[in-house]
């Protein structure tokens, strides 16, 4: 089945400390991952994806297929990293997104 | 990247009626995609919609209970009929932009509360 799996509803970090977003998924092909961002009243927006193997913000993601992980990583926060985070894959066809219940992030000043 | 308007931003509506929520691109799309998020969980996709053909549901959808219409390359509709309280919920429609790769860009949802 496929499932994209968040263990951690709410991430709490100081600013300046490293931060890591935890993102596992399951799915039985070659899938594409995502990571997807809410700041406070704002849209949902792509923030990056494994394929670009590019830095945004400061985040970085690897996708790490033996351990079927997509962690997302920050070494240094800041406050206005704060937001609801969103793990996703996408494979298949139809390209339909599978998203992962979120984690809050809430950088701390 | 496409820009995405929808309409309502938000409605309370007694149980038993029905929403029609509209879906605006600012450019042509081809695919267009319909997604439910109830109060604390994630995004659930509920349907594909692509011009000139029938919606595409996922398992746990049907098109009596969220019919879709997708008349050109710019607009679409989702219904949620004969409401309940379980419908309460944000109802956001994105597009995927093939420019850059299989972007998907979102709509600011819908804030739907069922009575």
């Known amino acids: 089945a496929q499932r994209v799996t968040q263990p951690e509803k709410l991430l709490s970090v100081f600013k300046g400390a490293p931060v890591e977003l935890k993102c596992n998924y399951s799915?039985?092909?070659?899938?594409?991952l995502f990571w997807y961002v809410q700041y406070s009243r704002q849209r949902l927006q792509l923030l990056l994806r494994?394929?670009s193997r590019e830095s945004i913000k400061g985040f970085t993601a690897d996708l790490n297929k033996g351990e079927t992980s997509f962690h997302l990583k920050k070494p240094f926060a800041q406050e206005e990293d704060s937001a609801m985070y969103y793990c996703?894959?996408?494979?298949?066809?139809?390209?339909?997104?599978?998203f992962g219940t979120g984690t809050l992030l809430a950088v701390q000043p | 990247s496409a820009v995405i308007s929808q309409k309502p931003s938000r409605d309370i509506c007694q149980r038993g009626t029905s929403l029609t929520i509209q879906c605006q691109v600012d450019?042509?799309?081809?695919?267009m995609f319909w997604y439910r998020q109830q109060p604390g969980q994630s995004l659930t996709l509920i349907a594909t919609?692509?011009?000139?053909?029938?919606?595409?549901?996922e398992s746990g959808f049907v098109i009596d209970k969220f019919p879709i219409s997708r008349p050109n390359l710019t607009f679409s509709t989702l219904t949620v009929s004969n409401m309940s309280p379980e419908d309460s919920s944000i109802y956001l429609c994105s597009v995927e932009d093939y420019s850059g790769g299989n972007e998907q860009f979102f709509g600011p949802g819908t804030r739907l509360t069922v009575l």
């Open positions: 494994h394929i």
């Open positions: 996703a894959l996408s494979g298949g066809a139809t390209n339909k997104l599978i």
């Open positions: 799915y039985s092909g070659s899938p594409e």
């Open positions: 919609a692509n011009q000139g053909s029938e919606a595409t549901y």
């Open positions: 450019s042509q799309v081809t695919m």
